[in-house]
């Protein structure tokens, strides 16, 4: 398929154009139609709709390239007066056909887009504060709806496709996937833990609160999952916002369950008596491994899982030796492209097997 630019000349030679007859019908420059054609800059939406209107064409013309998947490492905005619009820099096409007020990209390949409102508090402008229209846009630049679902901006898709959205119907937040499906029971707020650092764990807190002489005290503070299962745990203070530390998980069970399937990101919030038993240690191990060996997210955790593993390997302390074989732990055949992270991952898995006692 062809890029926007070669649409573009397309488009000017079989109206028989010159580039100055073409630049002059939409008052910009030749040189400007000239880095538009050759590739040196991208034409904006605003521009390649005058183009459609003048010539009577669709906008599709210009999008049939999104057709193909785009790689959302591939994706930046595209900005015009403060609106936006995704770009695909390596296909030199737009996945979405319109421009939006505000875009989340994600790397999982679902990227939520807002129209927004400013919203007058006091007298204060508190600019884009009401979210209007929100949906979901995927790598092929198709558009997916949800009317009963508002997509807020505490939080998008990660790799997981997961994130919290407004119930119209409920009138709480949920976690949805990227279907629009409800996995959770309603909250007040959910919170994605790790999204202060940018990192998309897998894990929220579910809220529920209500104010007291002007400050938030949380009733009910729940540990979820990416499938919107509540995890049974004691935390040692639910008003702890920032990092509540949890003091006990009643069924570890499902903490090893919960690791083979989506990763060790839940050790993070792990207390460290959980290893004191040499039994729960080797459980937790072989657990992150059988994750390693069949996850597609197993590059991004398996460092994590490393260092979490050789922290903890201080509160068990193992005197006697744990009795595992070497291939049932972290696969030997390390699944990355990048050969220094791969020598980097060998040795720290090196000096796991020394600091555990492992035979």
Not at 63 to 88: C, F, H, R, T, V
Not at 294 to 302: C, D, G, Q
Request: glycine share 6%.
């Amino acid at each position: 398929m062809k890029t926007t630019s070669e649409l573009l000349k397309e488009i000017r030679l079989s109206k028989k154009l010159t580039q100055k007859q073409f630049a002059k019908k939409f008052f910009i420059t030749e040189k400007t139609i000239s880095n538009y054609e050759n590739g040196v800059r991208t034409p904006d939406l605003d521009f390649l709709n005058k183009v459609c209107e003048e010539f009577n064409i669709t906008l599709d013309y210009f999008m049939e390239k999104s057709k193909n998947e785009s790689n959302p490492q591939d994706l930046i905005l595209s900005e015009k007066n403060g609106k936006y619009a995704i770009y695909d820099k390596k296909q030199s096409v737009y996945l979405t056909g319109h421009l939006y007020d505000a875009i989340m990209l994600s790397e999982s390949g679902n990227h939520i887009v807002y129209n927004t409102k400013d919203v007058i508090v006091d007298g204060k402008v508190y600019k884009n504060n009401k979210i209007t229209y929100s949906a979901i846009c995927n790598n092929f630049g198709n558009i997916k709806e949800f009317p009963n679902l508002e997509f807020g901006f505490n939080g998008g898709f990660g790799l997981f496709d997961v994130c919290p959205a407004f119930n119209k119907k409920t009138k709480k937040i949920h976690l949805v996937n990227n279907k629009g499906e409800v996995l959770s029971k309603g909250y007040i707020r959910i919170h994605q833990i790790g999204a202060e650092s940018g990192i998309n764990l897998g894990l929220y807190f579910g809220l529920k609160y209500n104010f007291v002489n002007e400050e938030v005290k949380v009733e009910t503070r729940d540990l979820l999952y990416l499938d919107g299962t509540n995890i049974d745990v004691n935390f040692e203070d639910i008003n702890d916002n920032l990092s509540p530390k949890v003091k006990e998980f009643k069924n570890l069970d499902v903490v090893i369950d919960y690791i083979k399937k989506y990763g060790p990101n839940i050790l993070m919030l792990t207390p460290n008596n959980i290893f004191k038993e040499s039994e729960n240690y080797y459980k937790i191990i072989l657990a992150v491994n059988e994750y390693a060996k069949n996850s597609k997210y197993y590059r991004l955790m398996l460092n994590y899982a490393i260092g979490c593993l050789y922290e903890y390997a201080e509160a068990l302390k193992p005197k006697a030796k744990i009795k595992l074989d070497k291939e049932l732990i972290f696969p030997q055949e390390i699944s990355v492209k990048n050969k220094v992270e791969k020598n980097v991952i060998s040795k720290s898995i090196s000096i796991l097997y020394d600091k555990i006692g492992l035979i």
